[in-house]
Nanobody, 128 residues
C-alpha cells in the first residue's frame, strides 16, 4: 500500500507561482514513476506532468509546457510541481499519482489508468 499526501495549494493571483509537494510512503519510492493530474469542476481529470523513477524523463501536457516543472527528491520520497505564470484556467484540484511498476506494459504515462495510487488532492485557485 502506498499513501500519497499533497500539499502546497492555495489561492494565487494570475501570473503568480506555487509549488506543490507530494510525499509518498513506502520504501521503494525510487522505483515509482510519478504523475500530476488535475480536475476542474465539471471536467474530467486530466494529465499535467509525469516523471520517471530516476527523474531523467519528464512529460507535460501542452498547456503547461514551459510554465510548470515536475521534479523529485528520492531521498525525501517527494515529487514536486513548480507552477509559474499561472492562469485562471489552471484552477483545479491537483492530484499526484504513483505508478509502482513503470516497466510493465500498459497505458501510457498520460493516461490516469496507468497509475495505481492517488493522493487526496490539493486545491489551486488562480484569481484574476
Amino acid at each position: 500500500q502506498v499513501q500519497l499526501v499533497e500539499s502546497g495549494g492555495g489561492l494565487v493571483q494570475v501570473g503568480g507561482s506555487v509549488r506543490l509537494s507530494c510525499v509518498a510512503s513506502g520504501r521503494t519510492f525510487t522505483m515509482y514513476a510519478m504523475g500530476w493530474f488535475r480536475q476542474a469542476p465539471g471536467l474530467e481529470r486530466e494529465f499535467v506532468a509525469a516523471i520517471s523513477w530516476n527523474g531523467k524523463i519528464t512529460d507535460y501536457t501542452d498547456s503547461v509546457e514551459g510554465r510548470f516543472t515536475i521534479s523529485r527528491d528520492n531521498a525525501k520520497n517527494t515529487v514536486y510541481l513548480q507552477m509559474n505564470s499561472l492562469k485562471p484556467e489552471d484552477t483545479a484540484v491537483y492530484y499526484c499519482a504513483a505508478d509502482v511498476n513503470p516497466s510493465a506494459v500498459g497505458a501510457s504515462p498520460f493516461d490516469r489508468r496507468r497509475y495505481d495510487y492517488w493522493g487526496q488532492g490539493t486545491q489551486v485557485t488562480v484569481s484574476s
